[in-house]
């Protein structure tokens, strides 16, 4: 008797499940693909819940430090060239020299440019530390024709230095949803 009444309680659990807990729903397909429609309405069901329909851009402000730097004050004090032999061979020498009128040190950079009369060009660029009031000569060579005549140019770039800093405000847009 104990077994069937257990039997029997058994029986009507599952029975239970099978008519409450095991209810579906039936989903309408196209293509034998799911759509994500409510069944009822045939809305669309919003897959993501969190994501709200009432979304804006708008502009975010915040502040940033620009600064503002200007180029090392110096000199050209001179330029010169001349021909000089490494090994029977010809060589063009190229000399600039830079005074810095700064009250610090700083890298200075100098480009040096060769043309030949025939066409070549030659560039070569070296940095050096100079200090305040201080005169360096930056010099560059450059494997030359004999009897090639010559021209050459330069180019300082002098460090900066920041003269002001300066707090701005910048926007930047960012999407707010309610």
């Not at 994501?51 to 730097?69: M, S």
Request: hydrophobic residues 30%.
């Amino acid at each position: 008797m104990k077994s069937t009444n257990i039997s029997l309680i058994l029986i009507i659990i599952l029975t239970v499940v099978l008519m409450f807990g095991c209810q579906t729903q039936t989903v309408a397909k196209t293509n034998n693909e799911p759509t994500n429609n409510n069944p009822v309405t045939n809305e669309p069901v919003n897959s993501n819940p969190t994501q709200k329909d009432n979304c804006k851009t708008v502009n975010i402000a915040y502040q940033e430090n620009v600064e503002e730097k200007i180029d090392y004050k110096y000199q050209a004090i001179n330029s010169d060239t001349s021909k000089i032999l490494h090994d029977l061979d010809l060589w063009l020498k190229g000399s600039v020299g830079i005074k810095n009128t700064e009250k610090f040190a700083g890298n200075f950079t100098v480009e040096m440019t060769f043309m030949t009369t025939k066409g070549k060009v030659f560039t070569r660029s070296s940095t050096l530390e100079i200090m305040s009031n201080e005169v360096k000569y930056f010099k560059e060579e450059v494997d030359i024709d004999d009897n090639e005549r010559f021209n050459l140019t330069y180019k300082v770039i002098p460090p900066k230095k920041i003269v002001n800093v300066n707090t701005v405000t910048k926007y930047r847009q960012e999407q707010q949803c309610s």
